[in-house]
């Protein structure tokens, strides 16, 4: 049996024999057709797509009619008012809000480092400590011309400054005290370094290389060889060359 062309309902229906020629495409705007509808069926039979969507077959055919009527009205400029069953109304567009800005949040200042003092002058008399010695200074004495007796003796290039101190031993073992190590200044801060030659020739300095023994105290002489009229404000105080030291006053 020869096939024949089947329109689906929703499609203009087609004339009488017509056969689609090679080639041929279906309008876009008539939409898909039903699924699962054969477009060539066997003539003389009715397709069986009919028998299963009873329902659907007598809409697409009311909307076939529908469309075939509108077109033969020739509706003018009021078609143009009928929305085509496949357009979809353009929805609002939604306008979003711009979101919040949010204020950036304020770095913390940052901290300051703490500025370091200048470490104090011990007053004359005071306790001081620099390794394994512990230091009390007593007093100075300036103006002198010359140490020792009368054959074996040291003459000042300006004037000699006596510094007396009592040193005691605060650590665990033996440390010899060096007079050597400690230096004086002025108040204009010029530094001035011991006489240990001069400190040999005077009785009972005790400065010049002196071992002392834990918990041993020993009052020293350092001896300085300054300029005539220098006035000696501090003293730097070391337990050995190579100490921070610590600074104490002399007045």
């Known amino acids: 049996m020869a096939a024949r062309y089947n329109a689906p309902p929703n499609w203009p ?25 054969q477009l060539w069926v066997e003539d ?16 697409g055919i009311g909307a076939a009619v529908l469309v075939v009527a509108i077109a033969a009205s020739g509706g ?27 204020a950036p949040e304020e770095a913390a200042p940052a901290e300051e480092a ?22 009390v200074v007593h007093g100075t004495e300036c103006g002198l011309a010359t140490v020792g007796g009368e054959y074996l003796h040291q003459d000042a290039q300006g004037e000699f400054c006596l ?6 031993n605060i650590g665990d073992e033996a440390q010899y005290f060096f007079g050597d190590a400690q230096k004086a200044r002025n108040e204009a801060g010029q530094e001035y370094s011991s006489d240990s ?14 071992e002392i023994n834990p918990g041993n105290t020993v009052e020293a002489v350092v001896v300085f060889d300054v300029p005539p009229g220098t006035v000696l404000t501090t003293i730097d105080l070391h337990d050995s060359a190579w100490s ?5 006053a002399l007045r």
């Open 13 to 37: 229906a087609p004339p009488a024999g017509w056969t689609p020629p090679p080639g041929w495409q279906p309008d876009p705007s008539w939409g898909p057709a039903p699924e699962g509808w």
């Open 163 to 168: 510094v007396r101190m009592s040193v005691t």
């Open 197 to 210: 030659t001069a400190a040999v020739y005077l009785d009972g300095s005790d400065s010049w290389m002196e």
């Open 76 to 102: 003018g400029d009021d078609a143009s008012d009928v929305a085509a069953p496949d357009k979809v109304a353009d929805a609002p567009a939604v306008v979003e809000e711009p979101a919040a800005e949010v």
């Open 244 to 248: 921070g030291g610590v600074e104490a």
């Open 114 to 135: 703490p500025v370091e003092e200048a470490p104090a002058v011990a007053p004359l008399g005071t306790p001081v400590r620099d390794g394994k010695f512990e230091f």
């Open 44 to 59: 003389g039979k009715r397709p069986a797509w009919f028998a299963r969507h009873k329902v659907l077959t007598g809409v």
